[in-house]
Every structure is written in C-alpha cells, then in structure tokens.
T-cell receptor
C-alpha cells in the first residue's frame, strides 16, 4: 500500500542555519504531495502542496521539489527562525479518499 | 472564526465507558475525517465521510464508530473505551478529489483511565 517515510526527529537547530527534512514515498498512483505544519496546541495546517512531478512548491521560505524518479519530496529552508519550531508532516493523497501522513518530524530552533 | 471546531477539547474517561467526540465544520465541505495522533505513528485515519449519512472505514477503525448526521457535523464514538485509545484526535474537512487540502480542527486530548 501507499506509504510515506520522513526524517526521524527531533531535529534541533540554531537560528539562521539551514533545515532539510527528508521525505520519501511509495505509491503506484500519481499523487499530489503535501507538507503540513503543526504548531504547539494546534491542528496541522497546509504549508504547501505540489500536484505535478518535477514542480516545486514553496511558502514562508520553505520549499520542496516533487521528484518522481527518486520518489522524494524533501523540505528545505535556507535560514530558520525560532518561530519555525513545529512538527512537519509529509503526506500524499489517495485520489480523494484521504491523506497518508508520515510520522512527523519535530523541529526545534533555538535563538 | 475557526472553520473546524471540536468538542470537548479535553476528556478523561474510564475504561469501558462510552465516549463521543464531536466535530463541526462551517466550510461546507463534503468530506470529513477523523485521525488520531500518536508519537511514532503520526496521523492515522480512523473513519471518514463523503457526506451526510455516509461513513467509511479508514486504516484503523477497530473500536471506533462514526456518525455523520449532517453536512456540518461528524462524530467519533468509542462504545467501550480502552486505555489504548488514549490519544489526541483530530477532525478535518475537505472538498474531496485529487489535490484536496484538508482543514483540521484544534484536536481533542482523550485520556482513558
């Protein structure tokens, strides 16, 4: 079945450093890929989504490229801030049934 | 004005008791979902619905029932709660179809003693 695997956390960084959260997926379909972010005490919210292979999505300085050949969708940010501390989820859709989420990666950024 | 709300936000239940978690959405979305969130497992789908009167089993439905009496409301029911159901539960709504963005509520923290 479909699955998503992402970097195990926690990931601890200092402000101003770069962030990469790896995400790889398995599916026989042509999914849309998503990154969701969850701040403490809140539900997950969409960071961005990419429906097509070889395209890039971005939001709030984060970006990821849909790599169909490598079945990857790694999240990157060049310079993190303390406010980026959150749990990040990679996900793929199942053609409207529901989303398959990875296990989440906790990112902690210290000032 | 939050579009997906959940109640209660926190709940303590006893083993063997009945628990009902409620979700309301004002997005007018057809699809609604219930997930549970556990460390090491991420978000896992329990039940979902395509519209009023419809409920479908997700990936981990055992021990849970769902009810969708209207477009706006979707409930998750634990008839006989067990300690293994201690978790954080999230409701979400979406339009359905490919590329669907799901909108999540703030979650319900359930502790079963």
């Amino acid at each position: 079945g479909d699955s998503v695997t992402q970097t195990e956390g926690p990931v601890t960084l200092s402000e101003g450093t770069s962030l990469t959260v790896n995400c790889s997926y398995e599916t026989k379909q042509y999914p849309t890929l998503f990154w969701y972010v969850q701040y403490p005490g809140e539900g997950p919210q969409l960071l961005f989504k990419v429906p097509k292979a070889n395209e890039k999505g971005s939001n709030r300085g984060f970006e990821a490229t849909y790599n169909k050949e490598a079945t990857s969708f790694h999240l990157q940010k060049a310079s993190v801030q303390e406010s980026d501390s959150a749990v990040y989820y990679c996900a793929l859709d199942q053609g409207g049934r529901a989303l398959i989420f990875g296990t989440g990666t906790t990112v902690s950024v210290s000032p | 004005e939050a579009a997906v709300t959940q109640s209660p936000r926190n709940k303590v239940a006893v083993t063997g008791g009945k628990v009902t978690l409620s979700c309301n959405q004002t997005n007018n979305h057809n699809n609604m979902y219930w997930y549970r969130q556990d460390t090491g497992h991420g978000l896992r789908l329990i039940h979902y619905s395509y519209g009023a009167g419809s409920t479908e089993k997700g990936d981990i439905p055992d021990g849970y029932k769902a009810s969708r009496p209207s477009q706006e409301n979707f409930s998750l029911i634990l008839e006989l709660a067990t300690p293994s159901q201690t978790s954080v539960y999230f409701c979400a709504s979406g339009t359905g179809g490919n590329q669907d963005t799901q909108y999540f509520g703030p979650g319900t923290r359930l502790l079963v003693l």
